[in-house]
Each structure stands twice: as structure tokens, then as C-alpha cells.
């Protein structure tokens, strides 16, 4: 598993975001606070405070390809 913390500022990057998660087949959950929501849900995705950092834990070991696609959002 993989930890990073990512940045979502508007509507058309949590968007972005989630276009890109729904590419692979791992799981991948966001944490802000005290919640964890699948990445893949956009709903889920908008009930976190996008005002700060959000954890992002990738289960999977080989993630190469999928962290270079997020790099935009990484902070």
C-alpha cells in the first residue's frame, strides 16, 4: 500500500480525479479527518472538506503508472 496526500481545488479537478482512478482495477480510498470514501465515488468524493490535503492510500504495491497520471493533484 501507498500514501500521499493530493489537493482537489475545484469541480472539474475532483472530476479529472476521478476519471483517472475509474482507469484501474485497485482500490483506492481518500481520507480527510475522521472519513474514508472510495476514490471511484464522486458523491463520496464531495462530502470531504476539499479546503484541505486529502490522504490518499493506493492498495496496491505497483502504482507507477497511476502516480504519474495524479501528479498534478500531489502536494
Do not use: Q, W
Not at 493530493?6 to 483517472?20: A, E, G, H, R, W
Not at 458523491?43 to 496496491?60: A, C, R, W, Y
Not at 502516480?67 to 500531489?74: H, L, T, V
Amino acid at each position: 500500500m501507498k500514501s500521499f496526500n493530493i489537493s482537489l481545488k475545484s469541480i472539474t479537478d475532483v472530476k479529472d480525479f476521478v476519471n483517472i482512478v475509474n482507469k484501474y482495477d485497485f482500490d483506492i480510498d481518500l481520507t480527510s479527518g475522521r472519513y474514508v470514501v472510495d476514490a471511484k465515488s464522486i458523491m463520496g468524493i464531495f462530502s470531504l472538506d476539499l479546503s484541505k490535503p486529502i490522504k490518499v492510500d493506493v492498495h496496491e504495491d505497483d502504482c507507477d503508472k497511476f502516480y504519474d497520471e495524479i501528479k498534478s493533484f500531489i502536494v
